[in-house]
């Protein structure tokens, strides 16, 4: 996480603070807003969008995303890992995120071996 210590705590104004350092968006709308434009040009070196159907993770190169298969940030997570929680999600919101942070606490705690 590049920018998260530099907000953490405060009220981010993206006219001053940094960009986050990554953007999840579930977007079942289908808006007619150039999202990746939107985020590329905040700076956002990070950006996962669901659509209802497909997970999507783009980085941040020069001034516009490519679609890569695993995040920078998050290189533990595979996509099937996603679409798995989603599942959850479906079935009981609060059930999935207990087994998301313990997954993630599992994680770090082995030293974080993917």
């Known amino acids: 996480m590049q920018n998260q210590s530099k ?7 993206l006219k001053t603070d940094p960009p986050p350092d990554i953007v ?9 807003i150039d999202k990746n434009r939107l985020y590329a040009d ?4 990070e950006f ?7 997970w999507r993770i783009y980085c941040l190169v020069d001034d516009a995303y ?4 695993t995040s920078p940030t998050f290189s533990f997570a595979k996509k099937e890992d ?3 929680f989603l599942e959850e999600a ?8 207990i087994n998301l942070r313990s997954w993630v606490r599992d994680f770090i705690s082995e030293g974080g071996q993917a």
């Not at 907000?7 to 104004?13: Q, S």
């Not at 999840?24 to 007619?32: G, N």
């Not at 905040?42 to 070196?45: E, I, M």
Request: charged share 40%; no cysteine; hydrophobic share 35%.
């Open 48 to 54: 996962w969008r669901f659509d209802g159907d497909v």
């Open 7 to 13: 907000v953490a705590g405060k009220t981010v104004d």
């Open 82 to 84: 996603l679409y798995r």
């Open 42 to 45: 905040l700076g956002v070196p």
């Open 90 to 97: 479906r079935q009981d919101e609060v059930e999935a995120e």
């Open 66 to 69: 490519e679609e890569v298969e």
């Open 24 to 32: 999840v968006e579930v977007d079942i709308t289908h808006t007619d």
